[in-house]
């Protein structure tokens, strides 16, 4: 089993920044792509950023040049960092992993953007 914790969510207003981490822990041999994932209520889930275990890096358009993601290999972890956010960017932030042959989740942190 994999579990993943996210941490680093919160109220930032307009403008801000903020920085979204991910640890997975469990009993697994390799982690291909980790990735952080968007939904807001009413609206689908959403890729944000996905980071391949080659370090390469795949972004939502609205995000390009504002967001960052990382990822600590040793650590397994995951990293977002999120500037100049914007109120649209208000949603339940997701962290995703895969572990060939499986997805796996976190239960999400919120991020609010608001003055």
């Known amino acids: 089993q994999v579990q993943l914790v996210e941490s680093g969510g919160g109220l930032v207003q307009p403008g801000g920044s903020l920085r979204l981490s991910c640890v997975g822990s469990?009993?697994?041999?390799?982690?291909?792509?980790m990735a952080w994932y968007r939904q807001a209520p009413g609206k689908q889930r959403d890729l944000v950023a996905r980071?391949?275990?080659?370090?390469?890096?795949k972004y939502a358009d609205s995000v390009k040049g504002l967001f960052t993601i990382s990822r600590e290999n040793a650590e397994n972890t995951v990293h977002l960092q999120s500037n100049n956010l914007k109120p649209e960017d208000t949603s339940g932030y997701y962290c995703?992993?895969?572990?060939?042959?499986?997805?796996?989740w976190g239960q999400g942190t919120q991020v609010t953007v608001s003055p």
């Open positions: 995703n992993v895969f572990i060939y042959p499986l997805n796996y």
């Open positions: 469990g009993s697994y041999s390799f982690i291909y792509t």
């Open positions: 980071i391949f275990s080659t370090g390469g890096t």
